[in-house]
C-alpha cells in the first residue's frame, strides 16, 4: 500500500446518544472517494476516535471497508495512552479488514524518547498491516525531537520493514526539511496534517498530506496535487493560496470534529452532533467558516 497523496481525515457523524450515524457516514465517504482522494483515514482525531467506544470505532471501520471496497485503501487510528489498549485496537481494525493502522505517541502522562520509540517498535512487531506514525512534537520530551535530533530519533521508528511513513505537524520548515531529506523515500513517505502546508510540503519532496480540510473540498486539493506533480506550479500555488484560509479557519476556531462537522453539515452531509464534553464551533467560527466556504463556491 503506498501512503502519498490526499487523504482527508473522516469525520465520524453521531447521533444524538453518540451512536455512528450510517447513512451519513457512507454519504461522506461516496463525497470523498467522488473527489478523487487517494484514501480514507479513519478514527484521526478529527474521527474523535479517543472519544468512541470500541464498538462504534468498529462500526465505523466495517462502514469504511464497504464503501472503498475497490476504490481506495482505508487506514484506521488506533493511538492510546498505553501500548496493550493500542495493540487492542489494531486487532479490532485488522477484523474489520482496513488496510493499514496509524497512531499517535501514546499521550496523557509523559513518557521518556526511549518509551515512545519502543512504543511504535512494539506496534509494527505485532501489526499484521503497515503502520504510519502520526507524529506530534509537543507529545515528545524536550529536546528530543528538535531540529538536530529528530531524524536520529524518528529514524529508529522509519527503519522497522513494517513503518511506511508518517503524518508530520510540525510546520517548522527546517524541521520538514530536514525529515524529508533524512527519511523520506518511495519507501518512507512523509505527509503533511495541514493543507495549508500541502504545497509546501510537495516542494520539500513530501509524498501529499493527510488533513481534515480535504473533507470539504477534496477535488481541489487534489487538483493542486497532479498540477505540482504534472510540473504545473503556477496552478497548484494559486490552489493553495485559494484554499488556504480554510484551513486558517480549522485551526483558529474548534480545530478537530467540531469545525470539521460543522463543514461538512453546511454541504448537507451530517449533522454537527460531536462527543460530549466537546462543544461545537462558536457563532463566530461558524460566520467566518461559512464566508469562506461561500468564498468557494461550495455552499
Known amino acids: 500500500m503506498k501512503f502519498q497523496g490526499i487523504w482527508p481525515i473522516m469525520p465520524t457523524p453521531l447521533t444524538l446518544d453518540e451512536d455512528v450515524d450510517e447513512p451519513a457516514l457512507r454519504q461522506i465517504i461516496r463525497h470523498v472517494i467522488e473527489g478523487g482522494v487517494h484514501g480514507l483515514w479513519m478514527l484521526g482525531s478529527g474521527g474523535e476516535q479517543p472519544m468512541l467506544t470500541l464498538d462504534v470505532q ?23 495512552p498505553s501500548l496493550r489498549r493500542a495493540l487492542v485496537s489494531m486487532r479490532m481494525a ?29 506496534l509494527a512487531d505485532a501489526s499484521e498491516l503497515p503502520v504510519v506514525v502520526y507524529h506530534g512534537p509537543a507529545r515528545w520530551p524536550p529536546g528530543s525531537v528538535t531540529a538536530a535530533n529528530l531524524p536520529k530519533t524518528l529514524g529508529r521508528i522509519a527503519a522497522h520493514p513494517n513503518v511506511i511513513g508518517m503524518k508530520f505537524i510540525n510546520r517548522d520548515t527546517r524541521d520538514v526539511q530536514r525529515i524529508v531529506f533524512t527519511l523520506g523515500s518511495e519507501d518512507f513517505t512523509i505527509m503533511t496534517a495541514a493543507g495549508r502546508l500541502l504545497f509546501n510540503m510537495l516542494v520539500l519532496g513530501g509524498h501529499g498530506g493527510a488533513f481534515a480540510e480535504a473533507v470539504v473540498v477534496p477535488r481541489l486539493y487534489v ?12 496552478h497548484a ?63
Request: hydrophobic share 40%.
Open 58 to 80: 468498529r462500526r465505523v471501520l466495517e462502514i469504511a471497508v464497504e464503501e472503498a471496497k475497490g476504490h481506495v485503501p482505508v487506514i484506521a487510528g488506533v493511538g492510546s
Open 223 to 234: 487538483e493542486l496535487y497532479d498540477a505540482f506533480n504534472t510540473g504545473d506550479l503556477l
Open 94 to 122: 485488522q477484523e474489520a479488514g482496513v488496510d493499514a493502522v496509524q497512531s499517535v505517541e501514546p499521550y496523557y502522562y509523559g513518557f521518556s524518547r526511549d518509551e515512545i520509540v519502543d512504543y511504535f517498535l512494539a
Open 237 to 299: 500555488r494559486e490552489l493553495q493560496r485559494k484554499l488556504a484560509p480554510l484551513g486558517d479557519v480549522f485551526a483558529t476556531f474548534s480545530p478537530g470534529a467540531p469545525s470539521l462537522k460543522q463543514a461538512v453539515s453546511l454541504l448537507g452531509l451530517c449533522d454537527v452532533h460531536v462527543a460530549r464534553p466537546r462543544h461545537g464551533m462558536s457563532e463566530e467560527g461558524k460566520s467566518a467558516l461559512k464566508d469562506v466556504m461561500k468564498s468557494l463556491e461550495l455552499i
